[in-house]
């Protein structure tokens, strides 16, 4: 009998988490009509992300005029709305990032809405965007992240029973995981994220995600970590095949990129996640069910 070959812990029997990133904060409507203001609206594309197998629901909270919200009763809603929309096939995970926002407001919202997954920025960056044509940066900005501000985060999401989505700009912020988890503060399996295609980050492509991976405590080993790529803008599509074969889960959503592989603009966030679950069954990998992605991810049900 053939056995399944599992060089470095890869197997295609491994089922690819599907996350979708919704809605993100920087961009707007007048850049692509899908992205979601009102709760309503990101109940209707959740719904849409679930129907094509997304498992993973990531969330910016926006007011209803689309601007970006750290408050409470935002976040709420938004929360509240998807739940009612989907129940429990969907894992729902709050952003942590912010510039400018005080730790004890993100926390506020951590602690009021309970979301299963949280994601925390592991480093202090310059994060910019640069246009070739123009031959200068649309914006730049120092996004600060200190070792104060992790530990702070993680020590909340602790007590709360809320899984850390470690994510992972550049290969130093993977190097940051090491310490944390000798103090105590992290505790493994991890859940960690690389994100490929920010101008001050690390650049996109397959090796440098290789050398990422690769340095994570416990490396491809699946029963030290879980692992994806979040791959911004153009390279979004190199950076999910890339990872489908190296053995990782992928995220795809109207935050990180608005376009279809065939430079079509998305109609949807389904549009997006369908992309990503047809490319992993095009290489013998079928997509986690939500069950499995929250074994996988050693994350608490809400309400369990």
Same mark, same amino acid.
């Given at each position: ?27 707007? #409507?007048?850049?692509? *009509? &899908?992205? *979601? ?9 959740? +719904?849409?992300?679930?129907?094509? %197998? %997304? ?5 910016? $909270? ?42 004890? /407001? #993100?926390?506020?919202?951590? +602690? ?19 246009? #070739? ?22 020590? $909340?999401? !602790?007590?709360?029973?809320? /899984? ?41 492509? $397959? +090796? ?6 690769? !340095? ?17 803008? @153009? ?6 095949? $890339? ?7 992928? #995220?795809?959503?109207?935050?990180? !990129? ?8 998305? /109609?949807?966030? %389904?549009?997006?996640? &369908?992309?990503? +679950? ?12 939500? &069950?499995?992605? @929250? ?10």
């Amino acid at each position: 009998m053939e056995a399944p070959w599992r060089g470095a812990g890869v197997s295609v029997e491994d089922p690819v988490v599907l996350t979708c990133a919704i809605s993100g904060v920087l961009a707007n #409507r007048e850049q692509c *009509p &899908a992205i *979601p203001y009102t709760p309503a609206e990101y109940a209707a594309e959740a +719904r849409r992300i679930v129907d094509e %197998g %997304g498992v993973m629901i990531h969330i910016h $909270a926006r007011k209803p005029d689309g601007s970006p919200s750290f408050e409470v009763e935002d976040y709420q809603a938004i929360a509240q709305a998807i739940r009612a929309e989907v129940q429990d096939a969907a894992i729902v995970n709050f952003s942590t990032g912010a510039v400018g926002v005080s730790v004890q /407001k #993100r926390v506020a919202y951590l +602690r009021e809405c309970r979301p299963e997954v949280a994601a925390l920025n592991m480093g202090s960056m310059n994060y910019a965007k640069y246009s #070739r044509s123009r031959r200068d940066f649309v914006f730049k900005m120092v996004f600060a992240n200190p070792f104060e501000e992790i530990i702070e985060l993680l020590q $909340a999401m !602790n007590e709360l029973h809320i /899984k850390p989505e470690h994510e992972c700009f550049d290969l130093g912020h993977v190097g940051s995981l090491e310490p944390l988890i000798d103090m105590g503060v992290l505790k493994p399996p991890l859940h960690v994220d690389c994100i490929m295609g920010v101008v001050g980050g690390i650049p996109p492509s $397959a +090796r440098n995600l290789a050398a990422m991976v690769d !340095n994570i405590p416990g490396g491809r080993d699946s029963s030290s970590a879980h692992w994806g790529v979040i791959g911004i803008s @153009r390279e979004q599509w190199l950076l999910v095949a $890339a990872a489908l074969t190296l053995g990782g889960s992928v #995220r795809v959503g109207l935050e990180d !990129n608005l376009y279809l592989p065939n430079g079509e603009m998305a /109609k949807s966030n %389904g549009e997006l996640i &369908a992309q990503a +679950r047809h490319m992993a069954e095009e290489v013998g990998r079928r997509p986690a069910t939500v &069950a499995e992605a @929250r074994a996988m991810l050693n994350v608490t049900q809400v309400g369990g």
